[in-house]
């Protein structure tokens, strides 16, 4: 494939993505067009205010459609950039996210937290459950790390065995937690489903300056995990220390899942289908794949929640829509993998 092509592909996601964002910020009960939301964002860069727009207007764009658009598109890319890392990581194109279990950890602090409010002990739930998610799903990781350190190459095998025994013990605490609520289970329920209901600017800044970093750092990896695509004893040949790229990488990619679980719940398959998608349309190049993931989970997620918004009679959780999505599209990429083993 030539350079332009991919590069093409890159700028015309771009375009979507934005187009994607104006339509969005537009459609709701309130129907603004989207010259007027241009407008609105160009006065307001301007640091001016039109006469000829209703007032309201520029208020419900500002305060409270774009904040949530931007936190969508921003936790969508980053759990596609990340899934695209897990599964280069790994060499298995089943591998997202969660494959580690980091989103069970995260889901695992967030339901701490709330019941620790549901008892009066903790601050305002609206601090406390994005910081316990994003501490558990990093002490998640590290349990993960510790429980294969007997492998000192970090096998793919082994990092995923040890990611499935650390869900499945943080997937019965969780359990126990819902039992301890009681009548209140339904708020750790509805979290653990995922949404964008009530997203601030503190939220968009949040995600950004983890998510936009890590993208960046992920991207200085990209010839190295190019390479390992070879086989680590070809890499390791070749002057990539795989051991210290596969630790360096799944630290990376687990932070920005940390912090986008933090701020949606869980939302689940965006790491898986976007990688695997733009794989079959742009290769294997990291180079490539990396920032057109970002793009297409941002398109998908924030199209997946324009939807659960603003076309739907009542509005639902935006991981069941996912869920609903990629639950086929997993059993589809698992039975083409049998197949390939099989022939």
Known sequence: MTTAKPLFIIFLLSIILCAAIIAATGMGFLKITPLEVIEILWLKLLGQQSSS???????????VRLPRILTSALVGGGLAVAGAVFQAILLNPLADPYTLGISSGAAFGASLAIILSIFGIMIPPWLSI????????MATLIGVFSLASTDNRLSSNTLILSGVIIAAILSAGIGFIKYLADEQVSIIIFWLMGSFVGRTWMDVSTTALVVIPGLVFTLYFARDLNIMALGERTANTLGVDSSRVKKTLLVCASLITAICVSVSGIIGFVGLIIPHLLRMILGPDNRILLPACFLGGATLLLGADTITRAWLPSEIPIGVLTSLIGGPFFCYIFRKKQLALTS
Do not use: C, D, R, S
């Open 130 to 137: 994005p910081v316990f998610a994003f501490i558990g799903a």
């Open 53 to 63: 727009i209703n007032p309201t207007f520029p208020f419900v764009v500002m305060e």
